[in-house]
């Protein structure tokens, strides 16, 4: 808002600017040859009220440009300020990343130890199941011949 005022006082100043310089051209030449007659004679309230305008022209202008360079400043300082808070939260988060890594890591490993030692285990279990296996035949051939002793005629 303060920008669009400073504007606005700059075009007006710039318009005044303009017309002082129009009425100060719009003086008719003289025809005389001689270089130094030939000028109009310089009004010098006029002059001062053309140098006034520039002043105010160029006083707006430089505190336009203060004001200009000061958001940029603080848009530099704010950008600048949320990078770093930018990285410092990658970095929380990279740390927090990497320890959950690690961590699954070795919960990794103990599973994979744990198979690989069921899995030996397991070994023997086909050892285990064929003899089972043999034994049930066995038990089997003695109940058959257990019944065969019962049932004598």
């Given at each position: 808002m303060e920008h669009e005022h400073l504007d606005e006082a700059q075009r007006n100043q710039s318009v005044d600017l303009e017309t002082v310089v129009v009425e100060l051209d719009s003086d008719p030449p003289s025809?005389?040859?001689?270089?130094?007659?030939?000028?109009?004679?310089?009004n010098q309230s006029e002059l001062f009220k053309a140098l006034e305008v520039v002043e105010r022209d160029t006083t707006a202008i430089a505190e336009s440009f203060t004001s200009l360079f000061a958001s940029l400043r603080l848009a530099l300082s704010e950008?600048?300020?949320?990078?770093?808070?930018h990285m410092q939260c990658f970095g929380d988060a990279a740390g927090r990343l990497q320890e959950s890594v690690l961590d699954a890591a070795t919960k990794g490993n103990r599973y994979i130890n744990s198979c690989l030692r069921l899995n030996e285990e397991m070994k023997g279990v086909d050892t285990m199941a064929t003899q089972?296996?043999?034994?049930?035949?066995?038990?089997d051939a003695l109940?058959?011949?257990?019944?065969?002793?019962?049932?004598?005629?």
């Open positions: 025809t005389s040859h001689d270089p130094v007659r030939s000028r109009p004679p310089i950008a600048t300020g949320s990078s770093v808070d089972l296996k043999i034994l049930r035949r066995h038990v109940d058959v011949a257990v019944d065969k002793i019962l049932r004598l005629p």
